[in-house]
């Protein structure tokens, strides 16, 4: 299953990934997921909002185990961030089947659609319209950076924009949700396991900041005259990493787009994207103002102006704290399996708030993600499926 899917959507000059929801790569993930569906003899659909499901049972059943992570990737990502899930979603139902166990519940698999938000903006669309954290209106008009809107990109690759939200029915037939997934960062190296329970995510969203300034002549135009939303921009992205550090958080501008964005023009707007993350919400809250008033007042000074939009915000996340515990005590118990919180975003957060849902790490030795140096032992994964089947066995075979 891992060499069929490693070529899918990957670039070739720098090693990384590049699946993004509604694109040819991700059709050919599409695709990959529904023939390994076929190969098992399991019950196949996609929902309304393009999420795709592989089911071992009857799915109106209710009270379903489903397992399953993500196969989209964030710009020039790495191989096992989402897929790693996935895969062993797969492996774990092959390794319950070797065993003999039958399941007494519905099992299923999924992979949610366009969990990175690399195209659209909005992470997790795919499990927010399910879970009715993103309204239809809303996700329809979400444009790529070639102005392309969702709901046409879903009619071009064959999904209804029209059906997409909110699916109160098909939450109420899961009875627990957990995700396996590449641990993002580096404790389960440091402490030596192979694999985690995770406790809580981080709070976590995303702002947009636009710095309008005046276009001029680079050359031409003296430094006194000038109001380059870039100098504001640039100190911005300095205070951020300052205020982030000085409370304990975590703040990142890693997209900027640039008008007219040429090397002998002044701009005359500068848009940042910012990804901020706290251990609770009011330090998150917090520190996004505090990077605000410090944009705002270095743009007085510059005399451009600061907008700010929030274009997608995820409370903390709290995991069910019976489900968590029945896990860790599946895999041997807290002394034997550790149990750590995280601050990267998952549908299994966006779940959880209808769907007791948990999550297993898997161990990264480096720590680096969102890169096409992300990795994983060949072990380490084996231990991860087998984790995930003794899991399972234990909730939908008991």
Request: charged share 25%; glycine share 10%.
């Amino acid at each position: 299953m891992w060499r069929d899917l490693l070529p899918v959507g990957r670039d070739s000059g720098t090693g990384g990934y590049r699946r993004y929801a509604w694109t040819p790569a991700d059709a050919d993930c599409r695709a990959w997921f529904r023939d390994q569906a076929a190969a098992r003899a399991l019950t196949y659909e996609v929902d309304r909002n393009g999420n795709q499901w592989a089911w071992l049972g009857d799915p109106a059943a209710g009270d379903a185990v489903v397992t399953g992570s993500h196969l989209d990737s964030v710009p020039d990502g790495g191989a096992f961030d989402g897929p790693l899930g996935v895969i062993s979603s797969f492996a774990a139902l092959d390794e319950l089947r070797a065993r003999g166990a039958t399941p007494t519940r519905p099992l299923a698999i999924v992979n949610f659609t366009d969990e990175e938000g690399a195209r659209f903006g909005v992470a997790c669309a795919g499990s927010r319209l399910t879970a009715g954290r993103l309204t239809p209106e809303h996700a329809r008009q979400l444009r790529d950076a070639d102005g392309v809107t969702l709901a046409a990109a879903m009619e071009k690759a064959g999904q209804d924009p029209e059906a997409i939200g909110a699916d109160p029915e098909r939450l109420a037939r899961i009875g627990a949700f957990v995700e396996l997934h590449v641990e993002q960062g580096r404790a389960l190296d440091l402490s030596g396991d192979a694999v985690g329970v995770a406790s809580a995510i981080w709070p976590h969203g995303r702002w947009r900041f636009d710095f309008a300034g005046e276009a001029n002549h680079a050359g031409t135009t003296r430094l006194d005259d000038r109001r380059d939303p870039m100098l504001t921009y640039a100190n911005t992205v300095l205070a951020a990493r300052k205020k982030a550090r000085l409370a304990g958080a975590l703040a990142t501008f890693g997209k900027v787009a640039v008008e007219p964005n040429g090397v002998n023009a002044i701009a005359s707007l500068v848009r940042g994207w910012l990804d901020s993350r706290a251990a609770d919400e009011a330090t998150l809250a917090d520190l996004v103002a505090a990077i605000e008033q410090a944009a705002t007042e270095r743009g007085a000074r510059d005399g451009v102006a600061v907008t700010v939009v929030r274009e997608s915000f995820t409370p903390v996340v709290e995991f069910a704290h019976d489900l968590r515990d029945r896990l860790t005590a599946l895999l041997g118990g807290a002394a034997t399996v550790p149990v750590l919180p995280t601050g990267a975003g998952h549908d299994a957060g966006i779940l959880a708030a209808a769907v007791p849902t948990a999550m297993l790490f898997v161990r990264n030795p480096t720590g680096v993600s969102h890169s096409p140096a992300e990795s994983a032992a060949e072990d380490d994964c084996v231990a991860g499926v087998t984790a995930l089947a003794d899991v399972l066995e234990g909730l939908a075979c008991s």
